[in-house]
């Protein structure tokens, strides 16, 4: 992938607000030491993150997100 767009990362996680709290999750785990997934780029965690995501390499647990519990379910009840 030559450049990661929003656009590609919404194919896989159709919410925004879903894609912002995977995305930060994962820029922290990768600046705490975590491995990338995708190979070693010179790109900021926030690039790598997300080409994590477009490339199906990162998965969400809706259970270890705080507030998205409540979220979805205002989110579906609109």
């Known amino acids: 992938m030559a450049r990661i767009t929003i656009e ?3 194919k896989r996680i159709p919410n925004r607000f879903l894609l912002v709290q995977m995305t930060a999750k994962r820029v922290r785990e990768i600046r ?3 491995d990338l ?3 070693q ?3 900021e ?3 790598s993150s997300l ?9 969400l647990d ?5 507030g998205i519990e409540a979220y979805m ?3 579906n009840d609109a």
Not at 62 to 66: A, E, F, G, I, R
Request: glycine content about 6%; hydrophobic content about 40%; proline content about 0%.
């Open 62 to 66: 809706m259970d270890k997100l705080s």
């Open 45 to 47: 965690e926030i690039v």
């Open 41 to 43: 780029s010179k790109n």
């Open 51 to 59: 080409r994590e995501i477009a490339a199906d390499k990162v998965y």
């Open 73 to 75: 379910d205002f989110y």
């Open 8 to 10: 590609d990362c919404m």
């Open 32 to 34: 705490e030491g975590a």
């Open 37 to 39: 997934l995708i190979g």
